[in-house]
């Protein structure tokens, strides 16, 4: 009986996308909040990646990546990061935050297998330093109105210093 469980919620989440964080609850280790400029909060369900070796491994060989999941990089400290596409299959969209959680730039459907570095700042940004990086599915972010500036919830923050912290 699980793996039918387990295939209709996959499909739900398919079907739905990221529920609304009202309707699922605060935050978790596995969950990653972000709050639209309409104060809508998006929830995504997330692997949680926080050592070298799983942020190296990072989505490789993934064959798809569902609307309302993603992974989450956590760095120690906030760093300039770059990000490549080897042997990732399926397009992402790259979401860069700073040590508060406010997105401060979007890479949108990187390629699959491409092995170009994907800055994880614009030319010209003054902090340039990034502690998180979300990706989702390709497309993602600008079918849920993702953009700079909005901010992310997640326990890994210092919520002395989250834009938006837990609750």
Not at 102 to 108: A, N
Not at 129 to 157: D, F, N, S, T
């Amino acid at each position: 009986m699980l793996p039918n469980r387990l295939a209709a919620a996959l499909l739900a989440a398919l079907i739905l996308g990221p529920l609304s964080a009202s309707a699922q609850g605060s935050c978790a280790e596995d969950l990653a909040l972000i709050r639209l400029e309409d104060s809508q909060v998006l929830e995504f369900d997330i692997e949680v990646v926080d050592t070298p070796a799983s942020r190296a491994q990072g989505l490789m060989y993934r064959k798809n990546v569902p609307p309302g999941t993603g992974m989450l990089f956590v760095y120690e400290q906030p760093q300039p990061v770059s990000f490549w596409m080897r042997n990732t299959l399926v397009p992402l969209d790259m979401i860069f935050l700073d040590a508060t959680g406010v997105i401060r730039h979007i890479h949108p459907n990187a390629r699959p297998l491409d092995e170009t570095p994907v800055p994880g700042a614009m030319v010209g940004d003054p902090d340039p330093a990034r502690l998180m990086v979300l990706e989702i599915a390709g497309g993602e972010a600008a079918r849920l109105g993702l953009a700079k500036g909005q901010v992310l919830a997640h326990p890994a923050l210092d919520q002395d210093r989250a834009a938006f912290p837990c609750n």
